[in-house]
């Protein structure tokens, strides 16, 4: 049997197809104008008989991206090309795509503009757990795109992705919607939440370009693909714009997104407290057989809400709120959709005794 593998999909680096498809509430008053959506009553929701008004309304605001990254090989530093896609979000110049199409180690962004003009980019802000940055080019009138409501998505609807793939700038590629609310991992360590799924065609190079309904209006944030082999097989996803938007605008304002936490790190190997020698290491160091099931405190943070409230390492958490822990990834979820200020109640395991504690989470960047 054919093992698929989710990656992000990036682009062509170096000349080779790379496995990179290297994440929130709408907005109560967005930080610029033109993250505003259109109103619904100004577009028609029928069935096109076909796609060409939508192309006409999305393809002037979809840009490519191309960049260049500084990596290392046997004899030293290399550099490598990739390619991306991106959509404008202001007249001014702000255009969003993937964190992972800009990277960590970019030394040169370049947006190639519809109208043919090809502009140096900067990174106005970044959030990896997200998977999305904004850029920023010296440019006037350009097209923003227009959004829709992808809370309003159904299974079965029209869509539409507009990037780069392959290079192949402004390429337009029509599905539907073949489910909603995916949760999922990806090959880089991060999580896609709430994704939308589509059969529409998505390439490496389609990364931070457009998905939009059947009226051109964006819906979605291209992001990742199941694959084989790095190639389309009709199971893509996007980033919903409902949960795009408020980071959007975090990163507009504040170059960073604000995410709470509660000061520790957990352990990153699975399964480890299923594992009889782990097990025992616990039981021989606390007299206390810990549970099978919750994530293992490995670090804490001094002066942190979890250091406060007597957490220590190699504790088990347990649960968050109402959610168990059963794996990583329940974690991971969970802590994507905090914000600081929220109050959160921490169930876990200390050396033999459960205990229960409400916590407040702090900006992550403050401590």
């Given at each position: 049997m ?14 080779v ?9 709408r ?20 069935t096109p ?6 192309a ?9 991206i191309?960049?260049?990254t ?17 959509i404008?979000c ?5 255009i ?26 900067t990174?106005?802000?970044?959030d990896?757990?997200?998977d ?5 080019v ?10 829709g ?9 029209w ?9 192949q ?16 991992s990806?090959?880089?360590g991060g999580v896609?939440l709430?994704?939308i799924?589509?059969?529409a065609?998505?390439?490496p190079?389609n ?14 944030i291209?992001s990742?693909?199941?694959s ?20 959007i ?29 782990f ?5 021989s160091?606390?007299g ?22 007597g957490?220590r390492?190699?504790d ?9 822990l059963?794996?990583?990834?329940d ?6 959709a905090?914000?600081?200020?929220e109050?959160?109640?921490?169930t876990?395991?200390?050396?033999g005794k459960v ?13």
């Amino acid at each position: 049997m054919k093992k698929f593998v989710l990656v992000l999909v990036a682009a062509l680096v170096g000349g080779v197809l790379a496995l990179q498809l290297d994440r929130y509430v709408r907005p109560e008053q967005p930080l610029v104008r033109v993250l505003d959506r259109t109103p619904a009553m100004t577009v028609g929701t029928q069935t096109p008989v076909d796609f060409t008004e939508a192309a006409k309304r999305i393809l002037p605001s979809v840009v490519s991206i191309d960049t260049i990254t500084t990596g290392m090989d046997w004899f030293g530093p290399v550099q490598q090309a990739g390619k991306g896609s991106g959509i404008i979000c202001s007249p001014d110049g702000l255009i969003v795509t993937n964190a992972h199409v800009v990277g960590d180690d970019t030394t040169g962004i370049t947006v190639h503009l519809p109208d043919g003009r090809s502009l140096n980019a900067t990174v106005k802000g970044k959030d990896p757990v997200s998977d999305l940055a904004v850029l920023k080019v010296e440019a006037h009138n350009l097209p923003p795109a227009e959004f829709g409501d992808s809370r309003a998505l159904k299974v079965g609807q029209w869509v539409i992705a507009v990037g780069n793939p392959l290079g192949q700038d402004h390429t337009l590629s029509v599905g539907v919607v073949s489910s909603l609310g995916r949760d999922l991992s990806t090959n880089r360590g991060g999580v896609l939440l709430d994704a939308i799924q589509t059969d529409a065609a998505i390439n490496p190079g389609n990364s931070g370009g457009a998905l939009t309904n059947a009226q051109g209006l964006v819906i979605g944030i291209n992001s990742a693909i199941l694959s084989q082999d790095g190639g389309s097989i009709g199971i893509g996803f996007a980033i919903p714009i409902d949960r795009a938007l408020r980071i959007i605008s975090e990163l507009v304002e504040h170059g960073r997104a604000r995410y709470g936490v509660l000061g520790f790190e957990i352990m990153r190997q699975p399964g480890a407290l299923r594992y009889r020698p782990f097990r025992a290491r616990f039981e021989s160091q606390y007299g206390a057989t810990p549970p099978e099931t919750g994530e293992v405190v490995m670090s804490i943070t001094p002066n942190s809400p979890a250091a406060n409230a007597g957490i220590r390492q190699f504790d088990v958490i347990t649960k968050l709120n109402d959610i168990e822990l059963k794996d990583r990834f329940d974690y991971v979820k969970f802590m994507a959709a905090r914000r600081p200020g929220e109050k959160v109640r921490v169930t876990f395991w200390s050396q033999g005794k459960v205990q229960s504690k409400e916590l407040e989470l702090v900006d992550i960047n403050e401590i």
